[in-house]
């Protein structure tokens, strides 16, 4: 008889083998509107768990699927490739994502071959962070050139050279209480993160009404123009053909019909101008561009009343989507730029998350009518205001988490909830902040840091073990054998991923310009590698801390007065407690602390040949200038209950949209097969939710770890 499997991570998988009956697969392969395509990289850890993850809900219908209006609604045409790509839950299992304004590891860093999205960095206010580098259209890994189905390895043979949390500095726990076991994110709907905005304010999604505004176009608009014209017209917006209008001949002529179409065509397309022709007795609406390519980028002015706030804000409701994702697929929905949208920080992907987002220009009408649309998304509570979001205006963002199948007792569990409300948790860089391959994201950086260019081109691109198969290995593999940018260029049908990026630039920079060649992969990303590095230095260093002097602070320790760093004095030392005390993060516009720490930071440093006098790079970009974190967060808003259940499949709290949709809360028995931790709690930004649990578990939360306690189970 094989043992439990206690791992989160194969319980995901476990729980979609049992759940797939044949006939079910079947019923659900049925109901699928459009065929899926194959997956990015059979062989792919991220490939595999998101097949499986999308198994397991359309198995179980957990997801907002609205197969029937995504196929059957002529006003939701999308582009092409988000037609697609819109029908699969395109999922990847990384350690932990927490749904915070960290800086998350690009998916092309932690997951070799998958596109490398632009993502926000910490406390960084770049407004168009979200512009897409790429010009060439691509289907982000749903292209079938190059592919070749292949066994996928066992989960432990592709982790087996991952990361521990021993391997980034994360060894100490600041409770003392007994550890138990628990499964995180056997459903992505176990974790549900809600953004808390400026005003300290919880993000709900309660109200989908649009508010009233005489100066909005009719509901006509979303279906006079046929999906042909549609087609049309989105060629001629996007430039994609060589015409330079596009005529509609007026059916049925009256002005009010007229009106409309003129209303349609530039509320749906931003940029077409039109104008009303008669050509041999016929009345035809005639669009074209006015403002050349810069039309696109630019909604239209005159359009927009002045009495009408320039944003229109609303509440996005997502599941199992990061926010660059989202943002990118509501941008191809309505035909506008990524970057008129703006937010206050990213959310990761495997959760449930809702949070505040502005668009310029576009009416809370024609965002509403995204929900006819849209798969695993809800828009609502819609407001128009003068300003746009800006990054880290946020205060923080409040969890709810489940964790399932629990051995702990209800004693156990009361000292480990009590002790993270009344103490708190190290504020450990959880492990997606250094990827999860044979490669971690930190030796990249160390690379950059060092100046070592051919080793940073060498890190990235070289074959290695584990965690990837197919066309990435052959792109690796062609480049070990010749070392030609063009021809590894080749065997990647995504070259939007990191690695296709860095060979787009050697092919076009030369061997000789590395720099320049990494350059063209987005700044956010490259800038990744090198908070990666910071962020390895500051858990080991943290660790030391704790380690030498514990928790209590310390004459030498640093404290923050306002946005400056001071020492703690002898005669000063009762006034502070561990909550006060902060650590740098290596640079070159920060002090360290005045004990053996300091030292340790210093001969940290020096082995790795850096020097920590001087932190400035010669690319400007890559020069640290070093911040401040608290060693030792306490969370806020902490609640918890023990439940019983003995169904795995249901859901064991409501969301946003079960409340609008008006389902009764489950109810639970006060005996049942399985026992669950359902846990609520708030962090401020730039914190690791998954560093709270894992205070709680007394659990690595690495997935190396997770795999390896599993192998017996997976043979």
């Known amino acids: 008889m094989l043992g439990r499997p206690r791992s989160w991570l194969f319980r995901v998988a476990f729980a979609a083998a049992a759940l797939l009956r044949p006939e079910q697969h079947a019923r659900s392969l049925a109901a699928r509107p459009v065929p899926r395509p194959r997956s990015q990289a059979p062989g792919s850890l991220k490939c595999f768990l998101g097949a499986l993850k999308m198994e397991m809900t359309e198995a179980t219908g957990v997801s907002l699927k609205r197969g029937s209006h995504a196929v059957e609604d002529n006003d939701c045409v999308a582009p092409a490739e988000e037609a697609k790509r819109q029908k699969v ?16 590891p690009p998916s092309g860093v932690d997951m070799p071959g998958a596109p490398a999205a632009v993502s926000a960095g910490e406390g960084r206010k770049n407004s168009d962070v979200q512009v897409e580098e790429e010009e060439e259209e691509e289907e982000d890994g749903l292209s079938e050139e190059g592919e070749e189905e292949e066994e996928a390895e066992s989960f432990a043979d592709m982790m087996k050279h991952g990361l521990t949390e021993l391997d980034v500095g994360i060894t100490k726990f600041v409770s003392s209480h007994q550890g138990f076991s628990g499964i995180l994110k056997e459903r992505y709907s176990d974790f549900v993160v809600h953004e808390i905005g400026k005003d300290g304010r919880i993000s709900h999604l309660d109200d989908l009404s649009v508010p009233v505004d005489e100066e909005d176009p009719s509901e006509d608009v979303f279906t006079v123009l046929t999906a042909e014209e549609k087609q049309r017209l989105e060629e001629l917006q996007l430039f994609k053909n060589k015409e330079t209008s596009v005529a509609i001949e007026v059916i049925e002529d009256t002005k009010e019909k007229r009106t409309v179409i003129h209303q349609a065509i530039k509320s749906l397309f931003p940029g077409l101008e039109t104008k009303t022709e008669d050509r041999e007795g016929k009345k035809y609406i005639v669009a074209y561009h006015a403002a050349g390519k810069k039309a696109l980028a630019n909604p239209r002015k005159h359009s927009w009343p002045k009495s009408r706030g320039s944003y229109c804000h609303f509440v996005l409701y ?201 350059g063209i992969i987005p700044r956010n990303n490259r800038l990744m590698y090198i908070h990666s590095y910071q962020s390895y230095v500051w858990n080991n260093m943290v660790s030391k801390r704790i380690e030498e002097y514990g928790l209590k602070p310390v004459p030498g320790d640093l404290v923050l007065k306002g946005a400056t760093a001071t020492y703690i004095d002898e005669e000063d030392v009762n006034n502070y407690s561990i909550h006060d005390v902060v650590m740098p993060l290596p640079g070159f516009d920060v002090i360290y602390p005045k004990h053996k720490i300091s030292e340790a930071y210093r001969e940290m440093l020096t082995a790795d040949n850096l020097d920590i006098d001087n932190m400035r790079h010669k690319i400007r970009d890559y020069s640290l200038s070093g911040a401040y974190r608290k060693i030792i967060i306490r969370p806020q808003n902490v609640s918890w209950e023990v439940v019983a259940y003995d169904d795995p499949k249901i859901p064991l709290f409501n969301t946003d949209v079960d409340n609008l949709e008006g389902k009764p809360p489950p109810v639970f028995a006060s005996e049942g097969k399985y026992r669950a931790l359902k846990m609520d709690f708030s962090l401020p930004p730039s914190t690791y939710a998954t560093m709270a649990i894992r205070e709680v578990l007394k659990m690595d939360t690495s997935i190396k770890n997770q795999t390896q306690l599993n192998t017996t189970w997976l043979r």
Not at 89 to 104: A, F, M, N, P, R
Not at 357 to 372: D, E, G, P, S, W
Not at 440 to 445: A, E, H
């Open 318 to 518: 997502k599941e199992n989507k990061d926010t660059m994702d989202a943002i990118n697929v509501l941008s191809k929905y309505l035909r506008v730029k990524p970057n008129i949208f703006s937010y206050m920080g990213t959310k990761d992907k495997r959760a449930i998350t809702v949070q505040e987002i502005a668009v310029l220009k576009i009416t809370a009408q024609r965002l509403a009518h995204l929900n006819k649309c849209l798969m695993n998304f809800k828009l609502g509570n819609f407001s128009y205001q003068k300003n746009p979001l800006k990054l880290g205006e946020l205060q923080g963002n409040h969890f709810t988490v489940v964790l399932r199948n629990i051995t702990g007792t209800d004693d156990q569990v009361q000292q480990a909830m009590n002790s993270l409300k009344e103490i708190g948790f190290i504020n450990y860089y959880g492990m997606q902040r250094f990827g999860t391959t044979a490669v971690p994201t930190y030796q990249v950086g160390r690379a950059i840091l060092q100046n070592s260019w051919t080793e940073v081109m060498d890190l990235i691109l070289k074959p290695r073990s584990g965690a990837e198969k197919g066309y990435l290995v052959k792109c690796r593999e062609e480049w070990a054998k010749t070392k030609d940018p063009a021809a590894a260029l080749r065997k990647l049908p995504v070259k939007r991923c990191v690695e296709g990026q860095l060979l787009r630039g050697l092919s076009k920079y030369g061997m000789k310009n590395i720099v320049s060649a990494f």
């Open 89 to 104: 839950l395109d999922g990847g299992l990384t350690t932990g994502q927490d749904g915070l304004e960290h800086v998350s």
